[in-house]
Structure formats: C-alpha cells, structure tokens
C-alpha cells in the first residue's frame, strides 16, 4: 500500500550546527572532536524522524543564497523528497551547544523575507496539497521577518478550504494568529500555549482547561508537550496521556518536533490518536538521547517505545 505523504512545511529553514561541549562556559575556550551540520528548522526535523519512522515526508520551505543551496544540495544527497520555493535573500543559519547534563544552549539568526516571498511558499504549498495522498500539512516554526501580518493564518485558511488537514507547532504572534484560522490540530509546549491564551499554566488541570478552549473554538486536536514527563492530547472527547520511560538526555533539541513526527506518522499509518501519542512520545524522548536532532536509529526507537505508557480519561 502507498504511504501517505506528510507535508513537512519550514518557513524559516536554516543550517544547524550542534555541538556537544561538555565543558562549555561563556568567557572559556572548549576543544570539541566534531560538530553536526544539517539542514535544520522544525519542519526538517519533522521531516527527517518521519522517515526514520518509516513515513513518506515531502519537505518544503523557503531557501536563498549560499547558505540556501548548501542546505537542498545536503538533504537531496541524504535522500529527502523536497519541493522548495526560492527567494531572493540568504537562509539563516543557527548554532546549538550542548553540555554534559544535556542542556543546550541555542542562538537562532532570524531570517528575512519579503511579502511576496511568503505568497510564493503559500501558491507552492497548496499545490502540493492538492494531491489526493497527502494526509497531513504541518506548519513548523517561526515565520520570517518580512512576511504578512495575517501569516499563517491566511494559508491555514486557504488549506481548510481545500479539505486539508493542517498541523501547526509555532509560537508567540505566529502562533496566536494560527490559533485564530483553527488548524486541525496545534501541537505546542506548556510555556507556548500559556503565552498564546494569556493563562498561566502550573498544573495538569490548567493546561487540560486551556486545550480545550483551543478545541472548543474550533481545532479537534491539540497536542502539549511535557519535556521529560511526556505529552498530553485533548480531543472534543477524550483526554490521552503519553508517559515516557526515564532517560539521561545528551541533547534534547527537536524533541518536540519528534513528537509531532511520531503523531502524524502513526495516523497517517491508521492508528488511533491514543496509539499516535504513544509513538509520539517515544519519538520525541529517543531523540533526546542523540545529537543532531532526529538522528536516532529506528530500533532504539522501538526499545522506547516498548517502555512509553498512555492513560486515556473522557473528557
């Protein structure tokens, strides 16, 4: 049977390069064996675990200049499927150190677009979803400088109409107007959705309270991440908790994004969204034990997710 393609979507692409200092301190000089460069930006790291996963990704983006061309010329050598949208202007790129209690320090460059370079992406991104075996877009990220005051949103709203299932994992204003397009689904962290709502969030039943105003105005799925204790689900319905197994984390960079491989991988496999959860947490909790972002082996994978739990309550 054909796999579902999954629309891997990263407005803000950028080349990552994590670097594992277990000395590192601000004002010292560190000696490191070697550092990991890849294509990266939340939706490349959606991208990259849904194939470890066994899924179909489609990456796309917007890419310019130097940095831009490395970044396609890397992940077509690595085997990805892309479709990217060019743009006259040079794609940032980040660095992440990581220490020896598997804390990371991040410094993101911003990234600059113009307003018709973000209708470029959008013209790009609804082609692509009009194909009859996409099973999901996911929207990743933050939104360069330069686009629209109505971005996302206004593509979300162009992608509901074409009966397309939209995912979206961002944050501050990007996220607030993503929020008011009602996505199918908004997969975010606990400080993500408190910021979004203006609610503070210091227990369980807090965050419960705030996914289901998000359901109530409209999105059937909304996804929290935990860190270490896991994640949580809230459809109209039912309430699912995913708990992980304990871990000794080496860099935790992009689990959250491998949740939310994980989560679309499984439905768009046919499993439940109690059992997507579960693949989801236990993505995002295997890649915490590897650098990189995404770059876990698939049986590691498999160990953890013998060892992830879920406790599913009605809502």
Same mark, same amino acid.
């Given at each position: 049977?054909?796999?579902?393609?999954?629309?891997?979507?990263?407005?803000?692409?950028?080349?990552?390069?994590?670097?594992?200092?277990?000395?590192?301190?601000?004002?010292?000089?560190?000696?490191?064996?070697?550092?990991?460069?890849?294509?990266?930006?939340k939706g490349l790291n959606v991208a990259r675990a849904v194939k470890i996963l066994g899924g179909a990704p489609l990456a796309m983006g917007l890419l310019g *200049?130097?940095?831009?061309?490395?970044?396609?010329?890397?992940?077509?050598?690595?085997?990805?499927?892309?479709?990217?949208?060019s743009f006259n202007g040079e794609t940032r790129a980040c660095t992440i150190i990581a220490n020896q209690d598997g804390v990371s320090t991040v410094i993101n460059?911003?990234?600059?677009?113009?307003? $018709?370079?973000?209708?470029?992406?959008?013209?790009?991104?609804?082609?692509?979803?009009?194909?009859?075996?996409?099973? &999901?877009?996911?929207?990743?990220?933050?939104?360069?400088?330069?686009?629209?005051?109505?971005?996302?949103? *206004?593509?979300?709203?162009?992608?509901?109409?074409?009966?397309?299932?939209?995912?979206?994992?961002?944050?501050?204003?990007?996220?607030?107007?993503?929020?008011?397009?009602?996505?199918?689904?908004?997969?975010?962290?606990?400080?993500?959705? &408190?910021?979004?709502?203006?609610?503070?969030?210091?227990?369980?039943?807090?965050?419960?309270?705030?996914?289901?105003?998000?359901?109530?105005?409209?999105?059937?799925?909304?996804?929290?991440?935990?860190?270490?204790?896991?994640?949580?689900?809230?459809?109209?319905?039912?309430?699912?908790?995913?708990?992980?197994?304990?871990?000794?984390?080496?860099?935790?960079?992009?689990?959250?994004?491998?949740?939310?491989?994980?989560?679309?991988?499984?439905? $768009?496999?046919?499993?439940?969204?109690?059992?997507?959860?579960?693949?989801?947490?236990?993505?995002?909790?295997?890649?915490?034990?590897?650098? *990189?972002?995404?770059?876990?082996?698939?049986?590691?994978?498999?160990?953890?997710?013998?060892?992830?739990?879920?406790?599913?309550?009605?809502?």
């Amino acid at each position: 049977m054909k796999r579902k393609k999954i629309i891997c979507v990263t407005p803000n692409a950028a080349l990552d390069r994590t670097m594992v200092v277990p000395d590192f301190a601000v004002g010292h000089i560190s000696r490191i064996d070697r550092a990991i460069t890849v294509p990266g930006g939340k939706g490349l790291n959606v991208a990259r675990a849904v194939k470890i996963l066994g899924g179909a990704p489609l990456a796309m983006g917007l890419l310019g *200049g130097h940095t831009g061309r490395m970044i396609a010329a890397m992940w077509a050598e690595d085997g990805y499927e892309a479709e990217w949208t060019s743009f006259n202007g040079e794609t940032r790129a980040c660095t992440i150190i990581a220490n020896q209690d598997g804390v990371s320090t991040v410094i993101n460059e911003s990234g600059l677009i113009t307003p $018709a370079d973000w209708q470029a992406l959008a013209a790009d991104i609804c082609r692509a979803a009009e194909r009859e075996d996409v099973s &999901a877009v996911c929207l990743c990220g933050s939104i360069p400088l330069g686009a629209p005051a109505d971005a996302p949103g *206004g593509l979300i709203a162009r992608l509901k109409r074409m009966g397309a299932r939209v995912w979206v994992d961002s944050s501050k204003a990007a996220l607030r107007n993503a929020i008011q397009a009602k996505p199918f689904a908004i997969k975010v962290n606990r400080d993500e959705i &408190a910021a979004a709502l203006g609610m503070e969030l210091r227990r369980t039943r807090d965050i419960i309270r705030a996914a289901t105003k998000l359901i109530d105005a409209g999105s059937r799925i909304v996804v929290v991440s935990l860190g270490a204790e896991g994640a949580l689900l809230v459809t109209e319905n039912r309430i699912v908790t995913g708990r992980p197994p304990a871990i000794q984390p080496v860099d935790p960079i992009a689990s959250g994004d491998c949740l939310h491989a994980g989560i679309v991988t499984a439905l $768009a496999a046919g499993k439940d969204i109690a059992e997507a959860l579960r693949c989801g947490v236990a993505t995002g909790t295997v890649n915490a034990l590897y650098a *990189g972002g995404a770059q876990f082996p698939y049986g590691r994978y498999r160990e953890v997710l013998r060892q992830t739990r879920i406790e599913i309550e009605p809502l």
